[in-house]
């Protein structure tokens, strides 16, 4: 047997096969656009590493659409019969058992199975960033760092992927509020990791929650070597690029990033298309009219309201529909959730809470009647981070619960809302924040007027 980048043995039996394999942690691990041809490359050399194809198929999953269930199940078919040959290790049969798990409709039984290699040799590093991604789409901010914080003793700057790690650990950090400690761990993982665009898009993170937003863009804009290279996520950098400028009032950079870099290629995975949709209610929200930008985005959705794989995705779909005022198709979207929240499986749990109050919430307010919109998506907030997804990604449903409490005349609730989005980013009020406080002194002023005028 051989070893592997992550310090693990393989039963891989081929140089050409080892160094295919370390293509494919690494791409996982910077996010690089040659991932995918690493691990065709893996294949080809090793056609029986049940791992690749085990790879292979929780790849497909985490793509979050029906389409690629198929290839995932093949994949598993392969890893199968790979396993049946014998002499595979038993972090390659943990890595098989995950794939069976998800395909049942048990993530959350996957990280499981990862984190039990994990626990085989604490620095297996593609393991935990498995575990990672997978407690992310989950929107497990708390488990994430748990994980991560049991494989920091075994990566030291000798690990050659210790640099990763502390990205990941970065990540977890901000997502649970530790804005300072998780700006430290990234840009020190930077200095190890240079192409590590997790890690920079953490520290990007920190800047967008604590209202820093100079030293977000300066950051973004001089690391370029640390996300250029990536795969579609170098669009979600631009994205946190984007919302620096919106927070700033930056309307025509907003605008021209949408267009030349956000949502310049028009793809149709999932998070691409949240990028785009969130920002493109954002801009709504402030009374942009970004003409008929929305047109594109609510024909993709339209073609994908029965797809049922993610709550995050189709909540986002939700945003393009009413976006575009596509009724009809809202309709069948709010109906969809429904019935996926009667099924089996983590999925299933999400889309009964928060995704049925969520959805019929967004559909309200794409009817403007603010009133329901409030009411049920302010039902749905406790448990929006079981969407998935970073508190960036989340915030535009925290906005449009604000937004319709505001339209409703529901002031005191938005007030309380408010002041509770502005003490998860450290106390820091950003523009949004500043505008509807503001708003709220307005409404109240006008009502009091109104009250002595009678």
């Known amino acids: 047997m051989l070893t592997d980048i992550s310090t693990c043995q393989v039963s891989l039996d081929s140089a050409p096969a080892l160094d295919a394999w370390n293509g494919v942690i690494l791409g996982v691990l910077s996010h690089g656009q040659s991932t995918g041809d690493h691990l065709g490359a893996l294949i ?8 690749g194809h085990a790879m292979r198929g929780l790849a497909c999953l985490m793509l979050g ?18 396993l049946a040959l014998g002499g595979t290790t038993k972090r390659e049969c943990l890595w098989c058992a995950a794939l069976d798990d998800w395909l049942v409709g048990r993530p959350s039984a996957a990280i499981t199975r990862m984190e039990e290699a994990v626990r085989l040799n604490p620095a297996d590093t593609i393991s935990m960033k498995l575990s990672h991604g997978i407690r992310f789409m989950l929107g497990d901010n708390r488990g994430m760092l748990h994980a991560v914080e049991q494989v920091l003793p075994a990566h030291d700057p000798a690990h050659p992927l210790y640099g990763y790690v502390l990205g990941c650990h970065a990540f977890a950090l901000e997502e649970m509020g530790q804005y300072e400690a998780a700006e430290r761990a990234g840009l020190r993982g930077l200095e ?3 192409d590590d665009a997790w890690g920079l898009h953490a520290v990007a993170h920190v800047y967008d929650m604590t209202h820093r937003t100079d030293q977000g863009i300066s950051l ?16 979600h950098v631009w994205w946190h690029k984007a919302l620096l400028h919106l927070d700033q009032g930056d309307i025509p950079t907003v605008l021209d990033l949408y267009d030349s870099k956000v949502r ?16 493109l209610m954002r801009l709504e929200l402030e009374g942009i009219d970004v003409g008929d930008r929305w047109v594109e985005l609510a024909d993709l959705a339209e073609s994908r309201t ?4 993610l709550t995050f995705a189709d909540m986002h779909y939700m945003l393009a529909l009413i976006g575009d005022t596509r009724a009809d198709a809202t309709d069948r979207l709010t109906a969809q959730v429904a019935q996926n929240a009667r099924k089996d499986g983590d999925m299933a749990q999400v889309m009964l809470s928060p995704g049925k109050a969520a959805a019929t919430g967004l559909a309200a307010f794409g009817e403007a ?46 007030e309380v809302l408010l002041r509770a989005r502005t003490a998860l980013r450290a106390g820091c009020e950003d523009s949004f924040a500043a505008s509807r406080m503001q708003q709220l002194g307005q409404l109240r002023s006008y009502g009091a007027q109104s009250t002595a005028a009678e």
């Open 264 to 279: 310049d290629e028009k793809t149709d995975d999932y998070r691409d298309f949240s990028n785009a949709s969130s920002l």
């Open 65 to 82: 659409r029906s389409e690629m269930i198929a290839p995932a199940q093949a994949a598993q078919v392969e890893a199968a019969r790979a």
């Open 192 to 194: 190890f990791a240079k």
């Open 306 to 309: 029965d797809d049922g794989c």
């Open 220 to 235: 973004i804009d001089n690391n370029l070597s640390a996300w250029s290279h990536c795969n579609n996520f170098r669009f």
């Open 44 to 51: 080809k050399h090793a056609p029986d590493f049940a791992m």
């Open 369 to 414: 009647n603010y009133a329901e919109a409030f009411a049920h998506l302010s039902t749905a907030k406790p448990d929006f981070q079981a969407m998935g997804g970073s508190h960036a990604q989340r915030d535009v449903f925290e906005r449009l619960t604000i937004e319709a409490g505001l339209r409703a005349g529901r002031l005191a609730e938005t």
